[in-house]
């Protein structure tokens, strides 16, 4: 049984988020905060592994594998839910052996690692490239890197439930958009689907352009069979994926300490600079209400202090 009893379903705290730049332009943002839902299964991930959870459990899997780096996100939640619900975990990480704290992490909750070198982890789009794990692991189910795919999205989908439940706690009764942190881009393409084209979702690019994210929300979506999904991207990576530059951290630290919610540089660090930025470029109309998603991840700062 791979599947959490069916009490446990993580309910992310909607607060207002009371910010100098936002109140001058008159925007109304709400933040979601994913970073609440449980102290180790934390953020977006949960979201993006539930539907893969459902589909191990279906096919009578003992347990999942999975692949990502030395700070990984998602393998972190992964080996969490292993150990909390009791399934076997595999991790397979990209590079050469590191003990960084979420390596230690794995360890402790258990989760079986394997290090794949660089070259060894780029060939996991290869066709083939899980035979020789699922021949030495046949009980497992294998999940893509970060849990994306048509299945992490559809998990995400009921992301929008949560808050609708809750905008009447803010004295809203409709809300314009999403703002929020892309990687995979699953997370978006998940809400999206759950919009349906009620509300536009507006994605800040973690990663670059050659990530391929509006070609994998794209496939998603298309895979969902959804005719006119509405979401916009916008380049939020200040040069790259996990690059980080004064002001940025400066951002996170004065932001951190007017509102007390601790952000991390990679995702949502980022996503709330680059929403600060088309604010004050006037991109929203003055009375614009928006969700701006706390994807979780503070695990992963760890690797930075
Ligand atoms: C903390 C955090 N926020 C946001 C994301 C982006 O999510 P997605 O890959 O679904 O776009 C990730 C992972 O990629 C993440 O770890």
Redesign the pocket.
């Given at each position: 049984m791979l599947l959490p009893p069916s009490d446990w379903l993580p309910q992310a705290p909607l607060e207002p988020l009371l910010l100098d730049w936002l109140i001058s332009a008159g925007i109304e943002v709400a933040i979601l905060r994913l970073d609440q839902i449980d102290p180790l299964i934390s953020?977006?991930?949960w979201f993006?592994l539930i539907e893969h959870l459902k589909a191990a459990d279906l096919a009578g899997a003992e347990g999942i594998i999975s692949l990502g780096g030395a700070h990984?996100?998602?393998l972190h939640a992964l080996a969490a839910a292993g150990k909390r619900f009791g399934f076997t975990t595999v991790g397979l990480l990209r590079g050469h052996l590191q003990d960084t704290p979420t390596v230690k992490d794995l360890q402790a909750f258990g989760m079986q690692l394997h290090w794949l070198g660089y070259g060894g982890y780029r060939a996991r789009h290869e066709a083939g490239f899980w035979q020789p794990w699922q021949t030495r692991y046949p009980t497992l189910q294998p999940v893509p890197e970060?849990?994306?795919g048509l299945r992490?999205?559809r998990g995400?989908m009921q992301l929008k439930d949560q808050i609708v439940e809750q905008l009447s706690t803010l004295g809203w009764n409709d809300y314009e958009g999403w703002w929020?942190?892309?990687?995979?881009?699953?997370?978006?393409?998940?809400l999206v689907m759950a919009e349906g084209g009620e509300h536009p979702v507006y994605?800040a690019l973690?990663v670059p352009d050659d990530h391929g994210?509006a070609q994998q929300v794209e496939r998603i979506v298309q895979e969902a069979g959804l005719a006119d999904p509405a979401y916009e991207l916008f380049d939020a990576s200040r040069g790259g994926f996990a690059k980080v530059d004064p002001l940025l951290l400066e951002f996170i630290e004065q932001t951190e300490q007017d509102i007390g919610i601790p952000l991390?540089p990679?995702?949502?660090g980022k996503?709330l600079l680059a929403l600060k930025q088309q604010v004050e470029s006037a991109r929203f109309a003055p009375g614009t209400r928006l969700i701006f998603?706390h994807?979780?991840?503070?695990q992963?700062r760890r690797g930075f202090q």
């Open positions: 953020g977006n991930k993006k990984s996100n998602h970060g849990g994306g992490g999205a995400c929020l942190a892309c990687g995979t881009g699953t997370t978006l393409a998940g994605g973690a994210v991390e990679l995702y949502t996503a998603i994807t979780g991840g503070l992963g």
